[in-house]
């Protein structure tokens, strides 16, 4: 769907995959005007192909284009581009286990022009790709790195948009997690505060069962973090969203206040974060009561996801009718 400051959102169509051209001068390619969200089509056992939450990720993009200066694109448009693409062939999503098709919506600026000021001339895509199972072999839990040197986003900065720059300036902290032997990085706000990690939100369990996760203004509000703490709350757990620092991390977990950790995003759901390592500490969560309640909260979210669990909170919308 193309939008223009005259004609507003028009010309939708599906076409096959391809490339794109683009004029050299594209504002998108200078000042990277741009945002994107990621989801899930998940098939039933009885064949219907659904998705989660549509309507949460439809509203996160209309904040991260008020962020990016770029237009609303209404709802309406955005889930019938869902159902628009499932509608070519609806055989795309697969139906093995823990299998889906990805889909990727994203908006750009396209008008061709090298001042730095918002484009008039702006493109919405969705693209699709059929998706593994995320674990073979059942949840490993994850390992990661604290970066201290850098950050991902700063006060005022564009962190709670899903922008291409946010994942650009974590590109450098996710290698030097690899380099320690860490499959994630963690970031923190001015030093101290708990944020989240490259591509997923962080959710700490106490030993009552509380789950605390990281208030700020400046972290991506996951819709797999939300669905996750209203089960947990659902179930009786007290959550508590606010600001926690990484001491409160550190000395929880050394007086055993703190029994666990997990990370939860899209593409993963939900995953135990085993260890966490910095410059001058590290944290081991060998945590079993709390691996226990991350996985049975990702089974009971999947299972909502694929239709084996009863959709009480009216999260699924079909999208193959
Ligand atoms: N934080 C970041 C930086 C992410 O990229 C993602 C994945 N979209 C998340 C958190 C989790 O968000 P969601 O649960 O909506 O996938």
């Known amino acids: 769907v193309c939008w223009s400051e005259k004609g507003g959102w028009h010309r939708p169509r599906v076409s096959p995959y391809g490339p794109i051209a683009l004029d050299p001068s594209a504002a998108v390619l200078h000042y990277a005007q741009e945002i994107f969200e ?4 998940y098939r039933h056992a009885d064949g219907s192909v659904w998705t989660f939450r549509p309507y949460e990720n439809a509203a996160r993009m209309q904040r991260s284009a008020a962020r990016l200066a770029l237009p609303e694109l209404p709802s309406e448009i955005f889930i019938e581009s869902l159902k628009q693409l499932i509608a070519v062939d609806a055989d795309w999503v697969p139906s093995a286990p823990e299998t889906s098709l990805y889909l990727r919506p994203f908006m750009f600026a396209k008008e061709a022009f090298l001042g730095v000021r918002p484009a008039k001339k702006v493109a919405y895509y969705v693209i699709a790709s059929p998706a593994g199972a995320y674990f073979h072999g059942g949840v490993q839990p994850v390992s990661i ?3 201290t040197k850098y950050a991902r986003a700063g006060k005022g900065g ?12 974590s590109l450098l902290p996710q290698a030097e997690a690899a380099e ?7 970031f923190l706000d001015e030093g101290t505060y708990l944020e989240e ?4 939100n962080v959710v700490l369990v106490y030993r009552d069962g509380t789950l605390v996760t990281p208030e700020s203004d400046s972290i991506l509000e996951g819709i797999t973090r939300d669905s996750v703490l209203q089960l947990a709350r659902d179930r009786g757990h ?4 606010r600001r926690v620092t990484i001491d409160e991390w550190r000395e929880g977990a050394a007086s055993g206040d703190i029994v666990g ?3 939860c995003g899209t593409a993963a759901v939900i995953t135990p974060i085993g260890r966490l390592l910095a410059e001058d500490f590290e944290i081991v969560h060998a945590g079993d009561a709390a691996s226990e309640l991350a996985l049975s909260l990702r089974e009971e979210l999947t299972g909502i ?7 009480r909170h009216g999260w699924l919308t079909r999208l193959d009718a």
């Open 305 to 311: 996801q694929y239709g084996r669990v009863e959709d």
């Open 238 to 241: 007290a959550v508590e969203s």
């Open 180 to 186: 320690h032997g860490c499959q994630q990085v963690l």
């Open 145 to 147: 790195w604290l970066s």
């Open 158 to 169: 564009t962190g709670a948009a899903k922008t291409g720059g946010n994942y650009a300036s």
């Open 197 to 200: 990690l490259g591509g997923m």
């Open 261 to 263: 950790a997990f990370a």
């Open 38 to 41: 990621g989801m899930k089509a």
